[in-house]
Nanobody, 113 residues
Framework: QVHIVQSGGGLVQPGGSLTLSCNVSGSSDISSMDWYRQAPGSQRVWVASLYNDGSRAYVDFVKGRFKISGELPEKTFYLQMNSLKAEGTGVYYC????????WGQGTQVTVSS
């Protein structure tokens, strides 16, 4: 039984930083891990991915500001978010493939002054 626990959301001012965590238990083989964001009234959109070969990928609007990290064998992953903008507000979800997709419960991030 795969279990995912997210943490680290909250309120941050524009220009601030926040780090989200995603901890996975109950899985022996994770092939990739992703972060998604769902803004109010919008669809969930892909933000970043970390693959088991160590490669990373980011959506254009977070490149240079966000960093996905973690070690797949350790099953804990992070999304470091810098220079946050108001449009970064939303619920952030982590998703892992091991080998099917599992989603975290989501964590709220609010960027506001």
């Amino acid at each position: 039984q795969v279990h995912i626990v997210q943490s680290g959301g909250g309120l941050v001012q524009p220009g601030g930083s926040l780090t989200l965590s995603c901890n996975v238990s109950g899985s022996s083989d994770i092939s990739s891990m992703d972060w998604y964001r769902q803004a109010p009234g919008s669809q969930r959109v892909w933000v970043a991915s970390l693959y088991n070969d160590g490669s990373r990928a980011y959506v254009d609007f977070v490149k240079g500001r966000f960093k996905i990290s973690g070690e797949l064998p350790e099953k804990t992953f992070y999304l470091q978010m810098n220079s946050l903008k108001a449009e970064g507000t939303g619920v952030y979800y982590c998703r892992v493939f091991c080998p099917v997709a599992y989603w975290g419960q989501g964590t709220q991030v609010t960027v506001s002054s």
